[in-house]
Every structure is written in structure tokens, then in C-alpha cells.
């Protein structure tokens, strides 16, 4: 018989206490190894049809592009989360513990420097549809239905080039981080699932960052985060798969074993038969042991 699994959802984080926060809301769990050294904690989701697999990547968008498409290839999720912390850009209206979730997520550093000044190229990446209409059901009035702007600068300043920049040409990001165009990017082209990036507000961009990590904003912003993306998930049906087409992967079944001679030459495949034979079969997907 076919071996079939839970469907999945995938929860990234980049830092510690980011990870902690979204482990809070889990059980029982158990490690696994990616064969090439990138670990996961996966496990039940209490009283859901889900099995969550949390992973822990580090900082960067290079980092994050890289490990979220391993993480698809590796885990097959339904779908995938990044949640964690972010800057407010705008103080007055999206302010420290608020919970922005990502309608659109904008790699801010593209562009052409002229000598007419810098021409932005803007790449962007929206969250998929059902997470959006799951997490608008969910969360409603509590958190920001907005986009943010992400890439590799730790903005910390209302006045610098950095700020201006955004302020000139993304004036409809609410939030800055630092991982969230490689996550949107690498589930983009993985063309299979649904994703999405959920950020507590940890500091207001504007030169006080360390005072507020100081105050324990960004355990209580890192913490609001992770109760949205439960909400989320807790209310989010898994996707029939006989309707799942291209999009998820999480029900998919174990091949069944394909027999591939080595000799002179029988593939089963095909309907070749070609005599005489010598060799040892070998299996394109070895048969499981019970």
C-alpha cells in the first residue's frame, strides 16, 4: 500500500526567541535531518487534522530563499509560514505588539543608479489568496492587513538613505524585516504552496531599537506573531487532495517501486524485454521494509 502522511505546514523562523515562541504552541515533537545538515521539529497540531514542521533558519534573505526551498522540496507542506518580528514604518498607525500580516512583500533594494538619481525595480511577491481569506476570517480587526518591505539592512534610523528610500517608494509598507523577499521568493517559485509571512511589531524603526529589545518587545511582539499564525492554522481546512493539483504536496502518496535492471537490458517501464539478462535489479524507489 501507498504510504501516505498528515498534511503539513511549515513554520520558518529566523531568530531564537522567534522559535520559541512558535514552539510554545506545540507539543510533543521530534527531530529530523535533512541530508544536508538543516533540521526540523515536527510534530501534531493539538485537536487539528495538521502536522507542524518548524524550522529555525537564521538572518538573511539569502539564507531564507535557500532553506524555504529546501524545505518544500524536503517537507511537501500545504502550506508555510514565516513568522517573527519586524520594524513599524509607520508609528502612528502600526505600533509596537501590533500584528502585521503581509498582503504583499516587497524586495526593496532592486534597482539602476543613474546620474539622474536612483531608478527603483522593484520585486514583489503577495501572499497566497486562501491564507489571506483564512487569516482576514481569523484575525479581522486585530491585526494589519498590509504589505512590508524586506531585505538585508537592519533599519534603525527614520532619517537615514535607507528610510528615505522607502519612504519615496514604498510608501504603503508598514513593516521592514530582514528575510521575508527571500521566503515569498523561493515559495513563489515553487509554484505548490501556500504562503505567507506574519510579523509582530518589536520597534518603530527610529533609532531606539535596542531600548525597546531591552523593554521585551520583541518576545511580546515575536509571541503576538505566533498566536496569529495558530489562529490561522487552527481555523484553515487541509486542501482535499483530489483538488490539490499542483499547488500542495502534503498528501501525496510513496512511489511505488520501479524495477531497473542493470544488465543487458530489461526495463519494466517501457515494455522492453531484451534477452539474455545479467545484472541485479535496481529500484528507482526501493520498496519499503516493514
Known amino acids: ?28 515533537l521530534r527531530t529530523i535531518e535533512h541530508d544536508a545538515g ?30 524555504t526551498e ?17 520594524g513599524s514604518l ?16 516587497y524586495a526593496y533594494h532592486g534597482g539602476r543608479d543613474t ?28 491585526a494589519h492587513f498590509k504589505p512590508i518591505a524586506a531585505g538585508d539592512v537592519l533599519l534603525d534610523s527614520e532619517v537615514s538613505a535607507v528610510a528615505k528610500h ?8 508598514v513593516a521592514i524585516e530582514m528575510e521575508g523577499n527571500g521566503v515569498a521568493h523561493a515559495a513563489h517559485l515553487s509554484n505548490r504552496v501556500d504562503a505567507a509571512v506574519i510579523r509582530g511589531i518589536s520597534d518603530l524603526a527610529n533609532g531606539r531599537k535596542a531600548r525597546a529589545d531591552a523593554s521585551g518587545s520583541q518576545l511580546r511582539a515575536a509571541a503576538r506573531a505566533a498566536e496569529a499564525a495558530f489562529a ?23 512511489p511505488e517501486p520501479t524495477a531497473v535492471y542493470s544488465g543487458d537490458h530489461v526495463d519494466h517501464r517501457n515494455n522492453i524485454n531484451y534477452a539474455p539478462v545479467v545484472g541485479k535489479i ?9
Open 1 to 28: 500500500m501507498p504510504h501516505t502522511s498528515p498534511p503539513t505546514v511549515v513554520v520558518l523562523t529566523a531568530l531564537p526567541l522567534e522559535y520559541e515562541a512558535v514552539r510554545a504552541h506545540l507539543g510533543s
Open 38 to 67: 538543516t533540521w526540523a521539529a515536527i510534530g501534531p497540531l493539538d485537536d487539528t487534522p495538521w502536522q507542524v514542521a518548524l524550522v529555525q533558519m537564521g538572518e538573511g534573505a539569502v539564507n531564507a530563499a535557500v532553506l
Open 70 to 86: 529546501r524545505a518544500i522540496s524536503w517537507l511537501r507542506p500545504q502550506a508555510l509560514l514565516f513568522v517573527g518580528v519586524a
Open 90 to 105: 509607520k508609528k502612528k498607525k502600526v505600533k509596537l505588539g501590533d500584528v502585521v500580516f503581509a498582503t504583499k512583500v
Open 115 to 142: 546620474t539622474e538619481g536612483f531608478k527603483v525595480r522593484p520585486d514583489s511577491w503577495r501572499s497566497s489568496q486562501r491564507l489571506d481569506q483564512a487569516a482576514r476570517h481569523v484575525l479581522g480587526t486585530t
Open 166 to 173: 522607502l519612504k519615496n517608494h514604498y510608501e504603503d509598507a
Open 232 to 254: 490561522i492554522l487552527r481555523d484553515l481546512p487541509p486542501l482535499d487532495p483530489a483538488r490539490q493539483g499542483g499547488t500542495a504536496a502534503a498528501h501525496e502518496t510513496t
Open 282 to 290: 535496481v529500484y528507482q524507489n526501493p520498496p519499503r521494509q516493514n
